[in-house]
């Protein structure tokens, strides 16, 4: 796997390295060495798979708190999309700033998202399908999330959204008391 630094501290996006034959290729999506080497997170408890059936929707931007704060490894398998965090650990120098990736199931892009990020994808293409690696278990209690058009952080999105969730549509204006981002601090 190569490891490929984003703007934001501790996020990466992941190419794999592929070896292959007439045949086709293999490739390794998850190493615990290489992850460890890298100071990534290790240790996945959920293996999440999502379907949009339409180009334009959004998921998210979506995250937990601590101590549910959650590591999450994204794929396209199918179709593509464009994954976005932002971070929001309040002790962190990217503190605020976003960053987008197109995942597709040709380019087999991964992005890792740390704790403390919230996150989203927005569909390029009709049927598009993630998966995704989990740290932690879901826990509704400490689910927040933050509007995708919030002009606090002004995420660029390739496309507009056409479909979208009310909930995700109705998150209020960023306020770090109502986001919890004391309880992202020291976060890693």
């Keep these: 796997m190569k490891f490929n630094p984003t703007p934001l501290q501790d996020a990466w996006?992941?190419?794999?390295?592929?070896?292959?034959?007439?045949?086709?290729?293999?490739?390794?999506?998850?190493?615990?060495?290489?992850?460890?080497?890298?100071?990534?997170?290790?240790?996945?408890?959920?293996?999440?798979?999502?379907?949009?059936?339409?180009r334009g929707t959004l998921r998210g931007?979506?995250?937990?708190?601590?101590?549910?704060?959650?590591?999450?490894?994204?794929?396209?398998?199918?179709?593509?999309?464009?994954?976005?965090?932002?971070?929001?650990?309040?002790?962190?120098?990217?503190?605020?700033?976003?960053?987008?990736a197109e995942l597709s199931a040709e380019n087999r892009r991964m992005m890792y998202?740390?704790?403390g990020f919230a996150h989203a994808i927005l569909t390029l293409t009709d049927d598009a399908e993630a998966l995704y690696l989990v740290?932690?278990?879901y826990a509704p209690k400490e689910e927040r999330g933050v509007r995708w058009n919030d002009p606090?952080?002004?995420?660029e999105w390739p496309v507009q959204p056409v479909e979208i969730s009310e909930k995700d549509a109705n998150w209020p204006d960023?306020?770090?008391?109502?986001?919890?981002?004391?309880?992202?601090?020291?976060?890693?």
């Design 174 to 188: 960023f306020d770090p008391g109502f986001h919890g981002v004391e309880r992202l601090r020291g976060v890693k």
């Design 135 to 137: 740290s932690d278990f």
């Design 61 to 100: 931007l979506h995250y937990q708190l601590a101590p549910a704060a959650e590591v999450k490894l994204v794929r396209c398998i199918r179709g593509a999309l464009w994954d976005a965090i932002i971070d929001l650990r309040p002790d962190s120098p990217s503190f605020g700033a976003w960053f987008g």
């Design 13 to 54: 996006v992941i190419d794999l390295e592929k070896r292959g034959d007439d045949r086709g290729f293999f490739a390794r999506f998850f190493c615990e060495r290489e992850f460890a080497e890298h100071g990534c997170e290790t240790r996945f408890v959920q293996a999440n798979n999502s379907l949009s059936g339409k």
């Design 152 to 155: 606090r952080f002004g995420v």
């Design 113 to 115: 998202v740390p704790r």
